[in-house]
């Protein structure tokens, strides 16, 4: 009734033909695993490291001595200007720095390409007429007009982005960029109300060639001893950097000397210290966000831009640094 088994001879030979390896005589019959040799891959590891190769740029000399040289021209247009505004005559310096204000505006939207850059340059432009207007002609000292003239820049930007059929995700990623220039345009405007202060004139002309002295020594120096270098990418050396700080603030201690009061040497030197020190490192964000912009994927943005940017881009900020020291240091 039942079915008889298969003799030995009969049986599947389970090691031969049915796919299933025989159980190993030890202990719970395991099968050990053969070791499988590594994988050697000579070829990719030499790629990845040839694709992680740091690039060692090399500091041309020639070009931190013109730089020096821009920064150092500009810093003086900025000082003779301050030197001009009076109570009923701030048309000169409010001239002046429009100049400087254009420069800005073009300087940075070629080096920084933004989406429709004939749209941010025309805002742009017409943002620092509109800021240097409100600060010329406003009954008093105050940095919230300038605010909202750079609110509405940045909001006319935007719209234009999507009036021209943007996608979203370039506009939001443009935003910074947009910030950057509309708000770098407006800033110079506050050396015009700082004008309206009792002293700030001369907080300002502190402030100013402090920053000078500062940028042009820190890229002299570069062109002598650019050691030791911050990053490979960058062309700059710490020795400039601390070099220019110092010795900007040294002046600015000398100004302070032979100012009236309230200034002393002391407040002098402080005041130095914040704008020589804002603005070489403000000029040293723009060199290492540049060269993080240089990729090889990237085309290179226009020279002469991306070198006017540093000091541009330097100026812009100690404006609103200069007002901030006079309204809550100096009075």
Known sequence: MFPSLPNDGDRDSWDSDSGFPR???????????????????????????EDHEVVVVPVRRSLSVAIAGFA?????????GA???????????????????????????MAIRPPVPLLIMGVGVAA?????LVATNADSAALLPLFLVALA???LVVGGQFAFRLDRLQVRDAITST???????????????????????????????????????????????PKPRIAPQVPRGATGIIVGAMLGTLGAAQ?????????????????????????????????FTEAGRDQPDQAPT???????????????AVAPVAYILNSFYLT
């Open 302 to 316: 226009f020279w002469l831009a991306r070198h006017m940017q540093g000091p541009l881009g330097a100026f812009a």
């Open 72 to 80: 150092g021209l500009l810093g003086v247009a900025l000082i003779l």
């Open 23 to 49: 159980a190993a005589s030890g202990a719970y019959g395991a099968v050990p695993d053969e070791p499988e040799p590594p994988a050697v891959t000579p070829a990719t590891d030499e790629v990845d490291e």
């Open 153 to 155: 820049g940045v909001v």
């Open 179 to 225: 910030v950057l220039i509309i708000g770098g345009v407006v800033t110079p405007a506050a050396f015009v109300v700082l004008s309206r202060e009792p002293v700030g004139t001369q907080t300002q002309i502190v402030c100013l060639a402090a920053a000078t002295a500062g940028l042009l020594i820190a890229r002299l120096v570069d062109a002598i001893f």
């Open 83 to 109: 030197q001009t505004a009076g109570p009923d005559s701030r048309w000169p310096f409010a001239l002046v720095l429009f100049g400087v204000q254009l420069l800005f505006v073009l300087a940075w939207t």
């Open 255 to 287: 100004l302070g000397s032979v100012m009236v009061l309230p200034f002393t040497p002391a407040k002098g030197a402080i005041i130095g210290l914040v704008a020589a020190g804002a603005a070489v490192l403000v000029d040293l964000a723009i060199n």
């Open 128 to 132: 620092g007429g509109v800021a240097d």
